[in-house]
Nanobody, 117 residues
Framework: QVQLVESGGGLVQPGGSLKLSCAAS????????LSWYRQAPGKQRDLVAT???????NYADSVKGRFTISRDNAKNTVYLQMNSLKPEDTAVYYCNAKHPIRGTNYWGQGTQVTVSS
């Protein structure tokens, strides 16, 4: 049984920073691609950032230069450092783990990020 548990969300003022964490338990190996998605009210879930097993990263244009994704394979944890936050970053942020060959897909329960003054 695989579980992904996000933490680190909260309320922050515009221009502030937050760091999200997602800890994986169960049969998640370092081969999995790890990603962060977000979903704002009334909108679809969108990809924010991905990091491969080899450390290659990819970001949505809207967060490039502000967000940084990283992973610690020894801890089975993926992080999302979010700087210069904007109100439009407000959303529920979800962690995702996907096997690059089998396509097996796992989701966390989500953590709320609210950017507001």
């Amino acid at each position: 049984q695989v579980q992904l548990v996000e933490s680190g969300g909260g309320l922050v003022q515009p221009g502030g920073s937050l760091k999200l964490s997602c800890a994986a338990s169960g049969s998640i190996s370092s081969i999995y691609n790890l990603s962060w998605y977000r979903q704002a009210p009334g909108k679809q879930r969108d990809l924010v950032a991905t990091i491969t097993s080899g450390g290659m990263t990819n970001y949505a244009d809207s967060v490039k230069g502000r967000f940084t994704i990283s992973r610690d394979n020894a801890k089975n944890t993926v992080y999302l450092q979010m700087n210069s936050l904007k109100p439009e970053d407000t959303a529920v942020y979800y962690c995702n783990a996907k096997h690059p060959i089998r396509g097996t897909n796992y989701w966390g329960q989500g953590t709320q990020v609210t950017v507001s003054s």
